[in-house]
C-alpha cells in the first residue's frame, strides 16, 4: 500500500517561495508517475504540476515559469518549488501517484483529471497574503 506525505506548506507573502515535499513509500519513483494538485474550497481540484518515472515534467499554465517539480528516486521523494508566489496559488497542495507513466502528460492538468487518481497524500496548506 502506497502512501503519501506531504510537507513544506505554510504561508508565505506575494513574491516569496515555499518548497513542498512528497515523501512516498510503498512504490519506487523510478517507475511511478507524481505530482501535484491543489484545492480551494468550493472549487474542483486542479492538477499543478506532475514528473514521469523518466523525469519529464509537465505544467499547468498558471504556475508555468514560477513553478518547478523534481524527484529524488534515491529519497523517493518530489517536491514542488514554487516561487513568485501569488495570492491566487492559495489553496491546500496534494500529492498524487500513479502507474501509468501516460497519466504524468497533458493529461495531469486538465479539468477533472483528480478523478482518476486514486492514491492520494492527506494535503499541505499553503497561503499567499500580505
Known amino acids: 500500500q502506497a502512501q503519501l506525505v506531504e510537507s513544506g506548506g505554510g504561508s508565505v507573502q506575494p513574491g516569496g517561495s515555499l518548497r513542498l515535499s512528497c515523501a512516498v513509500s510503498?512504490?519506487?519513483?523510478?517507475?511511478?508517475?507524481t505530482g501535484w494538485f491543489r484545492q480551494v474550497p468550493g472549487k474542483e481540484r486542479e492538477g499543478v504540476a506532475a514528473?514521469?518515472?523518466?523525469?519529464?515534467?509537465i505544467y499547468a499554465r498558471p504556475v508555468k515559469g514560477r513553478f518547478t517539480i523534481s524527484k529524488d528516486n534515491a529519497k523517493n521523494t518530489v517536491y514542488l518549488q514554487m516561487d513568485n508566489l501569488k495570492a491566487e496559488d492559495t489553496a491546500v497542495y496534494y500529492c498524487?501517484?500513479?502507474?501509468?507513466?501516460?497519466?504524468?502528460?497533458?493529461?495531469?492538468?486538465?479539468?477533472?483529471?483528480?478523478?482518476?487518481?486514486?492514491?492520494w497524500g492527506a494535503g499541505a496548506p499553503v497561503n499567499v497574503s500580505s
Open positions: 510503498g512504490y519506487s519513483l523510478e517507475n511511478y508517475c
Open positions: 498524487a501517484l500513479d502507474g501509468k507513466d501516460e497519466v504524468c502528460s497533458e493529461f495531469w492538468v486538465l479539468k477533472g483529471s483528480y478523478k482518476y487518481l486514486k492514491v
Open positions: 514528473i514521469d518515472s523518466k523525469g519529464h515534467p
